[in-house]
């Protein structure tokens, strides 16, 4: 309880000690899962603590009585690239489905958005059947311009995967779309990622791509994340780009 109440860093380090205490594999899901709860209440990383939290992740084996920690283990071994596991989570997720109700078919749907942007053999765009299964899914609680937001964000992002998005998904779109005031790279940064990758000069990639995101994914826009992810595809760092793709949609909640 302790633990619970705590703020800042006083907080993450009773968590910590929570997680690494428990010995029962349904406690310390329990305490995994209000330790990301608080990593992300308070402005923290949700990747930072998924590698911070790895061994003990990756210690749990899904079952039926963890499926409420299903959403937040999946991701949190997604982001770290550990994909087999992930889906042995993403599987308990499908099997919670039932025909008879679409709804409890949605965190599944959500979840195998995010493997396709995480799977370097998912190299085929998603079949539209899923994409629309995402799109119903991604409507829960809340606004349909929120709603508008994130498949516009998603979309890019698999569009920089090499994954294009029919126009048949984009359509809808278009009538929350407008002109968004954005932060964005002085235009030198971002022609010198182009042209970076453009020649395969794989550390000025890097140092750019860095520049370029300023203070991180979870802040940048869809067109920048978009040239950081294809540039890092450009010069061979397949892995780093998807694992940059999995850490700004959960950043932005998807």
Sequence with gaps: SAAKEAQGP???ALLYQAVLAQ???????E?????????????????????????QLMALQPDDTMAWFRGTAARA???????????????????????ERPESGRPAARLA???????????????????????EAAGDGITPEQRAARATFLFT???SLG??????????????AGIT???????????????????????????????NLGSGPAAADPATLSNVIRSLRKVGLEADARRLAVEAALAHEL
């Design 157 to 159: 992002l698999l569009d």
């Design 113 to 135: 958005l995010l493997l396709q942007l995480a799977d370097p053999q998912a190299t085929t765009p998603l079949p539209l059947l899923d994409l629309k299964a995402w799109w």
């Design 10 to 12: 006083m907080g993450n």
């Design 163 to 176: 994954q294009p998005v029919p126009d048949e998904m984009w359509q809808p779109l278009l009538g929350q």
């Design 77 to 99: 071994l997604l982001v770290i690239g550990r994909l087999d596991a992930a889906k042995l989570w993403i599987g308990l997720a499908r099997s919670q489905a039932v025909p």
């Design 181 to 211: 005031a954005v932060a964005m790279p002085d235009p030198a940064l971002r022609q010198g990622l182009l042209g970076a990758a453009a020649a395969n000069r794989l550390g000025e990639t890097v140092l750019l791509s860095l520049l």
């Design 31 to 55: 305490a995994l899962k209000l330790a990301f709860g608080h990593a992300q209440e308070t402005g923290g990383s949700f990747a930072a603590a998924a590698r911070l939290y790895a061994p």
């Design 23 to 29: 010995q029962v594999p349904l406690a310390q899901a």
